[in-house]
C-alpha cells in the first residue's frame, strides 16, 4: 500500500470513528427531555386521595411534588386540571401549589372523567404542540385510563408516571396501567422523570434545583444526597484543617 493510500484509509478510519462517536452520543428518540413532550396532572385532588388505597398518601403526595417541581423547574409545557373542585373533589395537593399557585384557581375544571372529553382540558392539552404527553393524576383506573387511550388513539406518543397515580384497590390500579402499557403506553416513576430530564451532572443550570427538590421530596434518594454532601463537607473542612 503507498503512502496516498494509508493516508486515505486514515482519513476513513477517523470519519467513521468520528461518526460512530457522534452517533453514541446521541439520546435515544424515547427519552423525554424538557422541550418534547407536555405534562398532563389530573385530579390530584383531597377527595379523590381519600379512597386511593394503591399507594400510601404520603408517597403519593410526595411523588407529585417531585413530578409537578421537575416541570417547573426545566419550564416543561403542564396542564393542570381538576374534576368537580368546588363541588366534589375539592383542592389540588398542595404540592402542586408550592410549584403553581395559580392551579389554584385556573387548573382546568372538569365534569368528564375522561380529560380527553373536555373541549378547555382537549384544547390545553393539543394546543402545546408536542407529540409526546406525559400523564399523572387520579384515579389510575378511570381519569388517567381515558385520556392515555384516547390520546394513543389519536397518534400521541404517551408516558405514565405510575408512582404519581393512584387507584382505589392496587389491582384496580394495576390491571389499568397493564391495559395502559398493552395499548402502547410506557411506564415511568416520578425520579426517574427527573434524571430523565437532567440527564447530565455538568447541566448546572437546574443542578441545584434538581438536588434541592430530590432532598425535601425524593424520599431514600433524597436522604442519600444530603448524606453525600455533608460527608464532603466534613472530609474538605478536616483537610484544610
Not at 493510500?5 to 424515547?30: C, D, E, N, W, Y
Not at 410549584?99 to 375522561?114: G, H, K
Not at 451532572?201 to 434545583?209: C, E, G, L, N
Request: with cysteine.
Amino acid at each position: 500500500m503507498n503512502k496516498s493510500m494509508r493516508f486515505s484509509t486514515l482519513l476513513a478510519l477517523l470519519a467513521f470513528i468520528s461518526f460512530s462517536v457522534a452517533q453514541a452520543q446521541k439520546p435515544g428518540p424515547k427519552l423525554l427531555d424538557p422541550t418534547n413532550h407536555t405534562l398532563v396532572m389530573i385530579d390530584h385532588q383531597s377527595q379523590m386521595a381519600f379512597a386511593t388505597t394503591s399507594i400510601s398518601n404520603v408517597e403519593l403526595r410526595n411523588n407529585t411534588a417531585v413530578v409537578a417541581g421537575t416541570s417547573k423547574i426545566f419550564g416543561v409545557p403542564t396542564v393542570i386540571t381538576t374534576v368537580a373542585r368546588n363541588t366534589f373533589s375539592g383542592p389540588l395537593f398542595r404540592e402542586i401549589l408550592e410549584f403553581y399557585p395559580e392551579a389554584a384557581t385556573n387548573a382546568i375544571d372538569r365534569t368528564t372523567m375522561n380529560t380527553w372529553e373536555d373541549v378547555n382540558a382537549y384544547k390545553a392539552i393539543v394546543g402545546k404542540g408536542k407529540k409526546k404527553l406525559v400523564f399523572s393524576g387520579l384515579w389510575t383506573e378511570v381519569c388517567i385510563v381515558g385520556p392515555v387511550l384516547s390520546a394513543i388513539a389519536e397518534g400521541y406518543e404517551v408516558y405514565i408516571i405510575t408512582d404519581a397515580c393512584g387507584g382505589v384497590s392496587t389491582e384496580a390500579h394495576q390491571m389499568a396501567i397493564q391495559r395502559m402499557i398493552q395499548a402502547g403506553a410506557q411506564p415511568m416513576t416520578s425520579i426517574q422523570y427527573a434524571l430523565e430530564l437532567q440527564r447530565d451532572w455538568a447541566r448546572s443550570a437546574t443542578y441545584d434545583a434538581i438536588n434541592n427538590l430530590m432532598k425535601k421530596y425524593g424520599g431514600a434518594y433524597g436522604a442519600g444526597i444530603e448524606y453525600a454532601k455533608d460527608m464532603f463537607n466534613a472530609s474538605e473542612g478536616g483537610k484544610k484543617k
